[in-house]
């Protein structure tokens, strides 16, 4: 009998049943993590909303947002100067003019208080993009987010219109971007129209494309005042339910020409975000992380039953991986200041 373990060239290695494949190894250290991390937050991300009213030395809480304010046009130039200094590219602007009409006349007025703010802010900081919001609701007295007929529709076609105007009137007061939120149909075809016809066919659009009836806007329409006196806007923003339609509306807004689009909620439509994304690789997409949303956090941070800034930064992180690029928030200085 030979004996086979003095014939062996080397002692057989440990066998173990433990598992050979172990993701925690890649998760060990702040290091490794940082170094496998595959969504990165950055300021450079951010769109600042502000809320422009007229008057002077002006910052009026809005009870519902904690932290954001109605903002006089010296004001609101401070905030962008903030923004700037902390690495955020860009600002909205939506404005509560002096007196509200059917039509909205402030809203296309050379002197509106969003024609105001834009060649203030630009004046004080010509690098920080300014986009205007276009859309009739805050400047109506129906609060409607188009013309309203004797019966109470919503009238599409004749809005149109007005919203090429409001767009040359923010492209003339030096916009860099309008960004048209009102759902009408055809209104990214008339806004180009409108701009190339008035000498400015360099101004991009960032369309609202796929903006949801979500009850998500409700601190905002007290933020803007904006809420609709009758009714309601389910006839022109999208139902919760639907995810090809929006497929459909982004369509439409990418042929019509739209230099951006849009996803509006953030946080319930991170699916929508993911296939917008993937369908339309081409076009830049930004996200709005809307007013309820914050709402939401600033409300439950507040009573300290969640980590603000730890919520805050997981709920922008999750938006860009699904898709954005761009985030829309009311946390963009906040968050700014936290990644610095
Ligand atoms: C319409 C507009 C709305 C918001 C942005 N643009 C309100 C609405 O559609 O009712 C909501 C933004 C938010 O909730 O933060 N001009």
Redesign the pocket.
């Known amino acids: 009998m030979t004996d086979t373990t003095t014939l062996s060239p080397a002692p057989p290695l440990p066998r173990s049943s433990a598992p050979p494949i172990r993701p925690r190894r890649l998760r060990a250290s702040a290091g490794l993590r940082a170094m496998v991390r595959e969504t990165q937050l950055d300021a450079a991300d951010f769109i600042y909303p502000l809320f422009v009213r007229h008057g002077a030395g002006v910052r009026q809480p809005i009870a519902s947002m904690p932290g954001i304010y109605q903002l006089s046009v010296d004001e609101a130039v401070r905030e962008a100067e903030t923004a700037v200094s902390l690495g955020v590219p860009a600002v909205i602007l939506f404005g509560l003019p002096a007196e509200k009409d059917p039509v909205g006349r402030e809203n296309f007025a050379p002197d509106g208080i969003v024609q105001q703010a834009i060649r203030a802010i630009k004046t004080a900081v010509p690098d920080l993009v300014v986009i205007t ?1 276009v ?1 009739l ?2 400047y109506t007295d129906h609060g409607h ?1 188009g013309l309203v007929s004797p019966a109470g529709a919503i009238l599409n076609d004749p809005t149109l219109d007005i919203l090429a105007q409001v767009a040359i009137s923010h492209a003339a007061a030096g916009a860099d971007v309008v960004a048209p ?1 009102g759902m009408m149909d055809g209104m990214v075809a008339a806004i180009r129209a409108g701009l190339d016809g008035a000498g400015f066919s360099g101004i991009p659009i960032m369309s609202y494309a796929v903006k949801y009836a979500s009850a ?2 409700g601190p ?2 007290e933020a803007a005042d ?1 809420a609709p006196k009758f009714g309601d ?1 389910k006839t022109h923003q999208m139902d919760p339910g639907n995810g090809r339609e929006a497929l459909r509306e982004a369509a439409l807004d990418a042929a019509e020409g739209a230099d951006f689009l849009m996803v509006k909620p953030a946080l319930p439509y991170l699916d929508i975000i993911r296939r917008l994304r993937e369908r339309f690789p081409e076009l830049p997409l930004a996200a ?1 992380n ?3 949303e914050y709402a939401m956090i600033k409300a439950a941070a507040a009573n300290g039953w969640l980590d603000e800034q730890r919520v805050v930064l997981e709920a922008l992180t999750g938006i860009k991986r699904a898709g954005a690029d761009l985030i829309i928030t009311y946390h963009a200085l906040d968050a700014a200041r936290w990644l610095d």
């Open positions: 919001d859309c609701c805050e987010c939120s998500f806007y905002f329409r904006g806007r709005y809307v007013s309820g």
